[in-house]
Nanobody, 127 residues
């Protein structure tokens, strides 16, 4: 099992940027694909972005494509989500997640593909 701790959330204005971080411990972080999901009030949790274990392949939800960038630093056991041009509709609790399976060469996008989750960090974007 891997432990995940998110940080970097906060209250910003529309158009601002934030960088979320997710620190991992407990197993070989570098061997697992990682993802970010979010859950807005009254809505189901949804996929945001994912990155393969080596970082060479990424995927994004259409709603964030071109604005958000996922990256990872395997030496620091950390995955990041750079969020630019934030919109009020980006307001949500953001969760980091680790793949269930070792060495997946493509970044998964289904919640069922991820076996470990962080506690979440709140991002609020005011208009």
């Amino acid at each position: 099992q891997v432990q995940l701790v998110e940080s970097g959330g906060g209250l910003v204005q529309a158009g601002d940027s934030l960088r979320l971080s997710c620190a991992a411990s407990g197993r070989t972080f570098s061997s697992y694909a990682m993802g970010w999901f979010r859950q807005a009030p009254g809505k189901e949790r949804e996929f945001v972005a994912a990155i393969s274990w080596r970082g060479g392949s990424t995927s994004y939800a259409d709603s964030v494509k071109g604005r958000f960038t996922i990256s990872r630093d395997n030496a620091k056991n950390t995955v990041y989500l750079q969020m630019n041009s934030l919109k009020p509709e980006d307001t949500a609790v953001y969760y980091c997640a680790a793949d269930r399976y070792l060495g997946r060469t493509y970044p998964p996008a289904r919640q069922a593909d991820f076996g470990s989750w962080g506690q979440g960090t709140q991002v609020t974007v005011s208009s």
